[in-house]
Every structure is written in C-alpha cells, then in structure tokens.
T-cell receptor, first 116, second 113 residues
Framework: NAGVTQTPKFRVLKTGQSMTLLCAQD?????MYWYRQDPGMGLRLIHY???????AKGEVPDGYNVSRLKKQNFLLGLESAAPSQTSVYFC???????????????FGSGTRLTVV | AQSVTQLGSHVSVSEGALVLLRCNYS??????LFWYVQYPNQGLQLLLK??????LVKGINGFEAEFKKSETSFHLTKPSAHMSDAAEYFC???????????FGQGTILTVHP
C-alpha cells in the first residue's frame, strides 16, 4: 500500500541542467498536484492535473513543465534549472470531487532539490 | 480567492502544556479546512479536516480543531503536549475547483521537557 511515491528523494543540479521528477500514485486518484515548499512560505502550487492527458498552471508555474500521460503518473520537469528553484518538491493526489468540495490530499515524501 | 494565515511561525510549549496553533482563513465559498503535520524530512500527514458537518473536529494523536465562521478561524488544540508532537503544522483551505488546497505558512511546534 504505497500511496504516493516520489523519485528521486534528493538531487543536486548545476545551473542550466534539466531533470524530471516522477510522482506515482496507486490509489486511482483523478487529481494530482505539484507543490514546492520554501521556508516561511508554506506550500505553493506549481501545476496540477485533473485527469490523464490534462494539466493546468498553479500559482508558481514559471520554469516548470508537467505531463500526465498515464493516470497514475505525474511528471514535473525543469528544463533549465536556476538557483531559485532550490526547494523541496511535494507531489499530492486526491480523489475527484464535485465543484466546491475538497477531500484533502495524500502526499508523497518529497524531493529535496539543490541547484548550484 | 482563498488564503490562510497562521499566526506565529514558531510556538514553544512545555511537555504536558496546552497546545494552541492559530489559523485564520479567507474564502469566498463555504470552506473545507484541514490541518496537516510534517515531521522532519517527511511528507505531510492529515491530522483532521472540517467538511461542514460538526464544527468541533477530532483528529489523530489527540488533536482537535473548532470551526468558527464568525471569526473565520480554525485553531488547532491539544490539551497536553508530548515530545513526539514536535513538528511543523500546516493549515489549509479548500472548496474551490478540482479539490485544490491553499496552505498557510506553517507553524513549527517545539516541545520542551
């Protein structure tokens, strides 16, 4: 019963390098989200997906791209990493909900990314 | 639009003392409110949630929260702190489209022996 699994757990990148973070969930959830966590700023939504093949921008989407080719996977890409993208990244998933409801999230354990 | 303000980025209590973590929200729709806990180097775990049923919500590990619409608050309490409660706590509000949650800045709880 894995829930939400994120890989890798840690990564160090040089400025300008690219990478992809993988999120996988085994709960058949429709909705998936990527957040970044920075000290004193809580969690901020980067991108989200409401179903296979769909993605949408969140609060801080610049510098990131996402894809959801399979329902269980949600990928976050950094095309050209910058030091400002040093952060802890969390993936979360949720069951589909009617408008104006929220069931809450199941979170992954996070990816700690450092860009030097 | 929705927002969450957690009053106090750090709270320190003695073991056995009352824990009170404050959360105020703003929402244009009836809110769904959540408290999550994050232990060091881990993801966030759900403590409790308010979904328009009872205004006093009981969660795991002895925590509870009361929804007060007139005060737009959802403060988290625990009668007696344990050392194991030391963690960062996040309040979140939802109720808009696609289940999205907006999080507060977080409160780090320190418990002294």
């Amino acid at each position: 019963n894995a829930g939400v699994t994120q890989t890798p757990k840690f990564r160090v990148l040089k400025t300008g390098q690219s990478m992809t973070l993988l999120c996988a969930q085994d709960m058949n959830h429709e909705y998936m989200y990527w957040y970044r966590q920075d000290p004193g700023m809580g969690l901020r939504l980067i991108h989200y997906s409401v179903g296979e093949g769909t993605t949408a921008k969140g609060e801080v989407p610049d510098g990131y791209n996402v894809s959801r080719l399979k329902k269980q996977n949600f990928l976050l890409g950094l095309e050209s990493a910058a030091p400002s993208q040093t952060s802890v990244y969390f993936c979360a998933s949720s069951a589909a909900s009617r408008r104006e409801t929220s069931y809450g999230y199941t979170f992954g354990s996070g990816t700690r990314l450092t860009v030097v | 639009a929705q927002s969450v303000t957690q009053l106090g980025s750090h709270v320190s209590v003695s073991e056995g003392a009352l824990v009170l973590l404050r959360c105020n929200y703003s929402s244009s729709v009836p809110p769904y409110l959540f408290w999550y806990v994050q232990y060091p180097n881990q993801g966030l775990q759900l403590l409790l949630k308010y979904t328009s049923a009872a205004t006093l919500v009981k969660g795991i590990n002895g925590f509870e929260a009361e929804f007060k619409k007139s005060e737009t608050s959802f403060h988290l309490t625990k009668p007696s702190a344990h050392m194991s409660d030391a963690a960062e706590y996040f309040c979140a509000v939802g109720g808009t489209s696609y289940g999205k949650l907006t999080f507060g800045q977080g409160t780090i709880l320190t418990v002294h022996p």
